[in-house]
């Protein structure tokens, strides 16, 4: 077995005998221009404060992140703020559509654009493909599109502006290969119902802050965790909850 991995080894390098081993291994994720621009945008979300939040008492704050009618209201006033997937979501979502070979994604929820770098770069490391994302806050769009050129992979987002209720209503594309929901928690369920016939069979859903969930969007929680809704779930890493679409 030791030499028949050697000997595959070999031929792997004489195939591209001008590479370092680092360099067979290279992707979009780790390196250079995304890996550094992610360490700087990571580390400014983390820097970011929000007038807009302090403003909010505890009780207006939890009204507001149940309701499907202020969730404009909400997020326009935090939107200072970056909201961003941790980093080992990030390394996930990256993971996964590598390896269900996504070549369409949809999102709910750009912000910044810092899930939106890490989806793309899967997509360029596939050799190609679209990720259609949805943010209704205009400096929030100007910025995510900069960080998207930074990080050289602007040509394979189309990002759609206004609420997504909208923009993610209609000329999707024929088959969606995973959906990422990071928008107004109360609207999950929504968003799924509007994209969910675009699924493919073995189509990921990815819902962040899914611990949220619970108090937010018991709706979305209960139609991916009912079988007979056509998904397989489960909750991980505390607050993300990954579901497949069987058919
Ligand atoms: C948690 S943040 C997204 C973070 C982003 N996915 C990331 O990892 O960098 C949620 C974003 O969704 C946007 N949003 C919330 N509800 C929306 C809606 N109905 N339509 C479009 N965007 C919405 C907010 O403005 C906010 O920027």
């Known amino acids: 077995m030791r ?21 067979l291994f290279m992707t979009a994720l780790t390196t250079e221009p995304l890996a550094p621009l992610l360490d700087r945008l990571f580390a400014e979300a983390d820097a970011a404060s929000s007038p807009g939040m302090a403003s909010l008492s505890h009780d207006e704050l ?41 070549k369409s994604i949809v999102e ?81 369920r929504e968003v799924l119902d509007l994209v969910e016939d675009r699924l493919r069979p073995g189509a990921l859903v990815v819902a962040d802050n899914a611990d949220a969930c619970l108090d937010y969007c018991p709706d979305y929680l209960a139609r991916v965790r009912s079988t007979a809704s056509g998904y397989i779930s489960v909750p991980f890493a505390d607050d993300v909850e990954l579901s497949m679409r069987m058919s």
């Open 62 to 102: 939890e009204r507001l992140l149940r309701s499907k009618t202020e969730y404009l209201d909400l997020y326009g006033r935090l939107k200072d703020l970056w909201l961003p997937v941790s980093r080992e979501t990030g390394t996930m979502l990256y993971m996964l559509a590598r390896s269900c070979g996504a």
């Open 3 to 23: 030499l028949a991995n050697a000997t595959i080894y070999s031929y792997f390098r004489f195939q591209h005998k001008s590479l370092s081993c680092t360099e």
């Open 108 to 188: 709910f929820g750009t912000s910044f654009g810092i899930s939106t770098l890490h989806l793309a770069a899967a997509l360029r490391d596939n050799g190609g493909g679209r990720v259609i994302t949805s943010e209704f806050e205009p400096s929030k769009i100007v910025r995510a599109r900069q960080n998207l050129a930074d990080g050289g992979l602007i040509d394979l987002v189309e990002i759609r502006e206004g609420d997504a209720l909208e923009t993610l209503s209609s000329d999707l594309p024929e088959t969606i290969d995973l959906l990422l929901l990071d928008g107004a928690k109360s609207l999950y």
